[in-house]
């Protein structure tokens, strides 16, 4: 017999893999996978995740959790004091939540097929191999606690290396949630088909795929909140790919995603998101915008995030605009950098409507021009940004305009500089572009090198 360290109960380790009555697990044979999870945030060595989570989910026993306290019963034989405990861990635990996997259901997929829609699904800690589809349906999947990253991270759907691991591709609507699981090895995320369930409180990592190896969204308009989009790779959109949608984008992670182009984000193709409150951060394109790419005629809200140390091997190293007419407002970008446009680089981008406004702009490096800022064929109105401490290595510290026209107003340019002695530490206009100010011109400039203005008209 052992001896519960949690409840002090005793029960034969040999029948149950945790105590029947607190569901606390048998550490010193298996060790638990929470536990495991901690010891990596600490970095210390962790042991290896629970046992049973590696065995055939029909064959695994489970057992619920009491919350607020242990559970203890009277010892009236080993037979009465099971059927007790799975009574009470029943109501207590799971009253109120649907059915429950694996203990009703050996898979996801199983509950899903069997449930109605405005059903809860609940998936106790393990790691469940499969690819799962909400087919439709308007029902809750969720970890036992979407709350706690522990639980997240324990509660793992694996693709086993093919195809989206999640899919709704059949209509869902907004009753339709997943939420707090990590998700990996396979192609992330699938929405489609018109779509516009929740995604919430999930990690989604080391997925690959061509299109969006985090989040492939394409027709369709869905909620994605709180997220943790880490350590994904793909040709287009390592962390999301967004086309012909509108989905909301609201205080999510996504870091150290890599692509050819938008390592963090793809938005293209008629697309207007709204993207507010996320960290985009140390995301990697091989060619063309590290942590953003908006092209072909889209118009996202791009407010109130932090884009951070990302770069591109050529343009573009937070944001890469095309053809697109976006509004930039509010951000904090930042340590980002490429060859050309460290922060940001528009190109071919002619409508009245691109702007540039409220935003801190810091520390970005242009290894050849534009540190800040690169527009090339564009238009632009910036606005009421501060504008500090940006390089490029030739010209336009912090703006470099080439073949372009931009609205400059009430914009504090400080510290900027580049290399070049004609350079132009704020502002490097090439001929053929035009820049604009008020009269009289309501710009700050403070110690920019070797120059604030350099026009080679």
Excluded at 43 to 63: C, M, T
Aim: glycine share 14%; charged share 20%.
């Amino acid at each position: 017999m052992t001896e519960c360290n949690k409840c002090g109960m005793n029960y034969d380790s040999k029948e149950y893999e945790m105590c029947p009555y607190c569901g606390e697990e048998n550490v010193i044979e298996t060790g638990t996978a929470i536990q495991a999870v901690k010891a990596e945030e600490k970095g210390q060595s962790a042991k290896k995740p629970i046992k049973q989570q590696e065995r055939p989910l029909s064959k695994r026993k489970s057992v619920g959790e009491k919350a607020g306290g242990s559970l203890k019963y009277i010892m009236i034989g080993v037979a009465a004091v099971a059927v007790i405990a799975a009574a009470v861990i029943g109501l207590s635990f799971f009253s109120g939540s649907g059915v429950t996997v694996p203990d009703q259901y050996a898979t996801i997929q199983e509950a899903i097929d069997a449930a109605q829609d405005g059903e809860e699904i609940v998936v106790q800690v393990g790691v469940y191999r499969e690819n799962i589809d909400f087919r439709g349906k308007n029902i809750i999947v969720r970890s036992t606690d979407p709350d706690d990253p522990a639980v997240v991270s324990a509660t793992i759907i694996d693709g086993g290396g093919w195809g989206p691991v999640v899919s709704f591709r059949s209509g869902e609507g907004e009753g339709a949630v997943l939420s707090g699981f990590t998700v990996k090895r396979g192609a992330g995320i699938l929405v489609s088909g018109g779509s516009s369930p929740l995604i919430e409180k999930c990690l989604i990592e080391d997925n690959s795929a061509e299109f969006g190896a985090g989040f492939y969204i394409v027709d369709s308009n869905p909620v994605i909140r709180g997220n943790r989009i880490v350590g994904n790779s793909a040709y287009f959109g390592g962390g999301v790919f967004i086309e012909e949608s509108s989905p909301v984008l609201e205080g999510n992670t996504i870091a150290g995603n890599v692509a050819e182009m938008g390592g963090g984000i793809v938005i293209i193709s008629n697309s207007s998101p709204v993207i507010t409150g996320n960290m985009i951060v140390e995301n990697q394109a091989l060619r063309l915008g590290g942590g953003m790419v908006i092209a072909i005629n889209s118009n996202p809200a791009i407010r109130e995030n932090t884009i951070a140390g990302n770069q591109a091997e050529r343009n573009g190293g937070g944001i890469l605009i095309e053809e697109s007419e976006p509004t930039i407002e509010g951000n904090t970008i930042k340590f980002n950098r490429s060859a050309n446009g460290g922060a940001i680089f528009i190109v071919n981008s002619l409508g009245a409507d691109l702007t540039i406004a409220d935003n801190e702009i810091t520390d970005n490096l242009a290894h050849i021009s534009g540190g800040g800022i690169y527009l090339d064929g564009s238009s632009a109105t910036i606005r009421n940004n501060t504008l500090r401490k940006n390089i490029s290595t030739q010209r336009g510290g912090a703006i470099f305009l080439f073949n372009s026209v931009a609205k400059v107003l009430k914009n504090i340019f400080e510290g900027n500089e580049a290399s070049l002695e004609f350079g132009g530490g704020a502002i490097s206009v090439a001929p053929d572009s035009t820049l604009e100010f008020s009269d009289p011109d309501d710009n700050t400039y403070i110690n920019n090198i070797p120059n604030d203005i350099v026009s080679e008209q």
